[in-house]
């Protein structure tokens, strides 16, 4: 029987995880392991400074008090004996995109970004909606595409971020990642003892004019595909950048400009 770990960076709670694993149970067996609260913006953090706790729901539901990373980690190396590992691991629904450069802070690309690394197939999905999520359609396609890839599979390392446009899906656009134009807007407040503190924010203006981006794809109403992998490398200035190998700093660089070694 196909095994599937499912999680996700909303909670153990989110209707997003709930319709999405009831969707899944028509293609294997499910085994949830979820963040105890909402992990959003947890990106591909792992938690190292305080020990993490492990709550057993049923046998196939557990929940962690840390990041999507840590519950991948501990499904794989803790929780689900080896001969069990599942086939493949799906993070989301989650409530709201994971468009252009949000990939980089989503717990939900994360989770499933950790599963690729640790070899198993990692697919993430996300709704690009602000309010009344209805995740009936998302989660049926979400389910649709888990079978496609389990039977096609995909290349070594590569996982997918996969974005839904709310309502009756219209077709599917693979996409590149597109760019996001933002500004952060810090808010300053007073607490009760006279201390400040502060909230981040973000004026964004999505780029969805530039066609083969996953902005574009959602903008007019398509599933957005990216496939991703965990190598960050920039291939392409690895040419432009040669003249920099050197064994010799002072090759380099002019020695008046070496500051290495220097207090």
Known sequence: ???ILLTNDDGIHSDGLIQLEAALRTV????TVAPASEMSGASHSLTLSRPLRIRRIDERHWTVDGTPTDCVTLALHKILPREEWPHICVSGINHGGNLGDDASYSGTVAGALEATILGVTGLAFSLVARENYDF????????????????????????LNINMPPGELGGISVTRQGMKNARP??????????????WIGEEVFPEDTVEGTDYYAVK??????????????????LAALQDWNSPRLDELVPAEDQTVGHV
């Open 1 to 3: 029987m196909t095994r």
């Open 28 to 31: 294997g067996d499910v085994y």
């Open 136 to 159: 009936t359609h998302a989660a049926g396609f979400a389910a649709r595409i888990v079978r496609k890839v389990l039977a096609e599979g995909l290349p070594e390392g590569i996982l």
């Open 185 to 198: 807007i810090i808010t300053e407040k007073i607490d009760p003892r006279g201390k400040a503190y502060y």
């Open 220 to 237: 007019h109403g398509l599933v957005s595909v990216t496939p991703m992998r965990s190598d960050m490398t920039d291939h392409r200035s």
